[in-house]
């Protein structure tokens, strides 16, 4: 017999905090990792994070969307954050990460580090508690544990941002693969698509949700109004709409909401709707609380892709993110 939802979200929390507890379950990441070395970290990194999101609310779905990015190419290596040099086309220059921001923030963070303690932080430890604490500014307090040591990569190609990124329209079993793929399950998709709750897609990646065929008709997952509604913003390609139409800054469950009504704005949000088990954790999802603390969970384990914490896996701690250290 299949066990139940609730006794499968159950155990997974279990499951998850006693990772946390017998700290090192996760790549090698550890709660502490800069206790010692560099105790006010922490303090920083939410300073200027906090004063950044406070500037332009629109910043920590930037900075969110950043981690991921970084995640799910070559692990969570700051490879994102790497320029493009004479010899090398870098991720950045992807299609898929064209529109993502907050590189500059994440500059002023490592600069002020490096001031206070040079050579101890690295660049991807920086996004990973960048992207938790842009979330977090609206409560006031964090939202989930972050882990540290990683180390910086120094390899970054765009072909492989473009293989690995899934695409707005990919359907369930696309999804579900890529994500097995990395070590991730079923509510870790559903929990993390969760992230759409805040931000903006634009029209040149749904469009085609408007016009299927090319004969103006439209996609028949996404709910009539909505979709007239989207036909109306999107004048051109370039335009950006709302992922969540009714609370775009605010981080909370209305994605899930919105989704059961068919105003999932992407094919791959309306692609949750298509598998019995994805569609009943949507279901849980429309619960904040129930969402939040799978939402950082699954943030955690996304955290720990392909970590480079050991001697063997060659990180180093840049200098700049946005270039290997030279030898
Ligand atoms: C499940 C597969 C996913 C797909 C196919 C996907 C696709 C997309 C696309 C196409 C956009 C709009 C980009 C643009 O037009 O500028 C977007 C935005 C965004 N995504 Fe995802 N995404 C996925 C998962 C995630 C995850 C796991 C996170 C974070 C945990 C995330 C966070 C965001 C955020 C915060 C934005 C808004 C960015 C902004 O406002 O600039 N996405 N996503
Ligand atoms: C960051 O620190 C400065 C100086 O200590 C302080 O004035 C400012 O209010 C802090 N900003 C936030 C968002 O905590
Ligand atoms: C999902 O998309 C993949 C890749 O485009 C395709 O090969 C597959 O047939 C699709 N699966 C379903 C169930 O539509
Ligand atoms: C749909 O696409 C076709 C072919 O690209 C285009 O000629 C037509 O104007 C579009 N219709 C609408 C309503 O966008
Ligand atoms: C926004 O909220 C209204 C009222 O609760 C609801 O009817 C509508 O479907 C929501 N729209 C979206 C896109 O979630």
């Known amino acids: 017999m299949r066990p139940s939802i609730n006794v499968v979200l159950v155990s997974l929390?279990?499951?998850?905090?006693?990772?946390?507890?017998?700290?090192?379950?996760?790549?090698?990441?550890?709660?502490?990792?800069?206790?010692?070395?560099?105790?006010?970290?922490?303090?920083i990194v939410r300073n200027i994070t906090w004063s950044?999101?406070?500037?332009?609310p629109t910043?920590?779905?930037?900075?969110?969307?950043m981690h991921y990015h970084d995640c799910f190419v070559r692990g969570c290596d700051a490879s994102l954050l790497l320029d493009s040099t004479s010899d090398n086309t870098a991720e950045k220059e992807a299609i898929q990460n064209r529109n993502i921001?907050?590189?500059?923030v994440i500059d002023e963070i490592k600069a002020r580090l490096e001031e206070e303690c040079p050579g101890i932080v690295s660049c991807a430890d920086i996004v990973a508690l960048a992207a938790r604490d842009a979330v977090s500014y609206q409560f006031g307090r964090p939202m989930w544990q972050v882990l540290t040591?990683?180390?910086?990569?120094?390899?970054?190609?765009?072909?492989?941002a473009s293989a690995n990124l899934p695409s707005a329209g990919a359907n369930f079993t696309t999804l579900y693969q890529?994500?097995?793929?990395?070590?991730?399950?079923?509510?870790?998709?559903?929990?993390?698509s969760g992230a759409h709750t805040i931000g903006v897609a634009h029209c040149g990646v749904f469009?085609?949700?408007?016009?299927?065929?090319?004969?103006?008709?439209?996609?028949?997952?996404?709910?009539?109004?909505?979709?007239?509604f989207l036909r109306t913003q999107c004048t051109t390609p370039a335009v950006a709409v709302a992922l969540d139409a009714n609370s775009s800054v605010s981080f909370d469950s209305h994605y899930f909401a919105g989704l059961r009504q068919n105003k999932g704005l992407l094919t791959s949000d309306a692609a949750l709707l298509t598998d019995r088990r994805s569609a009943r954790i949507v279901r849980r999802f429309e619960r904040f609380h129930i969402f939040m603390t799978y939402f950082g969970n699954s943030m955690k384990k996304m955290g720990a892709i392909g970590v480079k914490t050991r001697e063997q896996d060659g990180g180093e701690i840049r200098k700049n993110c946005r270039v290997v250290n030279a030898n």
């Open 13 to 43: 929390l279990v499951l998850v905090d006693v990772v946390s507890v017998c700290n090192g379950g996760l790549g090698g990441l550890s709660p502490v990792f800069y206790h010692k070395s560099f105790p006010e970290i922490g303090r």
């Open 52 to 56: 950044k999101v406070a500037e332009n």
């Open 59 to 65: 910043m920590a779905a930037k900075l969110l969307r």
């Open 101 to 104: 921001r907050g590189y500059e």
């Open 149 to 160: 040591g990683r180390k910086d990569g120094k390899v970054s190609l765009s072909s492989e």
């Open 178 to 192: 890529q994500f097995i793929g990395l070590g991730l399950n079923v509510i870790d998709l559903v929990a993390l």
């Open 207 to 228: 469009q085609r949700r408007l016009n299927v065929t090319g004969k103006g008709d439209v996609d028949p997952t996404l709910d009539p109004e909505y979709a007239e």
